[in-house]
């Protein structure tokens, strides 16, 4: 069973917004932070934005801070990812991953639990 579910990819036009949704099952994430990577053909995963336990607490990749946004809710076992401003070099996959403890990470090793991925093209 894939712990981790991504969903609200697809193609959308240069300046449009996209709302990712990520839902965990099988498992509790809420002492986990929770993340949002892409990944596109040939380049190794990029991190895109963290958040933990908290709620409160983000960090972000500097190729989308100040466009894209992290939220969660625990009791809900769901992180979302808010993207505006979206541009051709955003289209990628897009992964949610779950860090092995609580500590605001922006390390891919740091990662134990991935999802499947969801695609994200954008159109100029």
């Known amino acids: 069973q894939v712990p981790l579910v991504e969903s609200g990819g697809g193609l959308v036009q240069a300046g449009g917004s996209l709302r990712l949704t990520c839902t965990a099952s099988g498992r509790d994430f809420t002492y986990n932070v929770l993340a949002w990577f892409r990944q596109t053909p040939g380049k190794e995963r990029q991190f895109l934005a963290a958040?933990?336990?908290?709620?409160?607490?983000?960090e972000y990749g500097d190729s989308v801070n100040g466009r894209f946004a992290i939220s969660r809710d625990n009791h809900k076992n769901t992180v979302w990812l808010q993207m505006n401003s979206l541009k051709p070099d955003d289209t990628a996959v897009y992964y949610c991953?779950?860090?092995?403890?609580?500590?605001?990470?922006?390390?891919?090793?740091?990662?134990?639990?991935w999802g499947q991925g969801t695609q994200v093209t954008v159109s100029s």
């Open positions: 991953a779950a860090s092995g403890h609580n500590i605001l990470t922006v390390r891919e090793s740091d990662y134990y639990y």
């Open positions: 958040m933990d336990w908290t709620e409160t607490i983000a």
